[in-house]
């Protein structure tokens, strides 16, 4: 899986506020901050686990 940026809330601008898109970008946004996160995690349990593969990547 490639890794993501973190994503950026969507501006005021990107919102019409009715509630009736479908999908909405708030909706955009909240799924790729949780595949983001999720990400960030398995990173973080990667490192952890495996301390050599970090210093490695260092390098």
Do not use: F
């Not at 993501?4 to 479908?22: D, M, T, Y």
């Not at 999720?38 to 050599?52: K, Y």
């Amino acid at each position: 899986m490639k890794l993501i940026e973190k994503p950026e809330p969507p501006a005021s601008n990107e919102c019409c506020g009715s509630g009736s898109c479908c999908p909405c970008v708030w909706d955009y946004y909240r799924e790729q901050l949780a595949i983001w996160q999720q990400q960030q995690t398995e990173q973080q349990s990667s490192v952890t686990q495996n301390p050599q593969h970090k210093a490695q990547e260092d390098n």
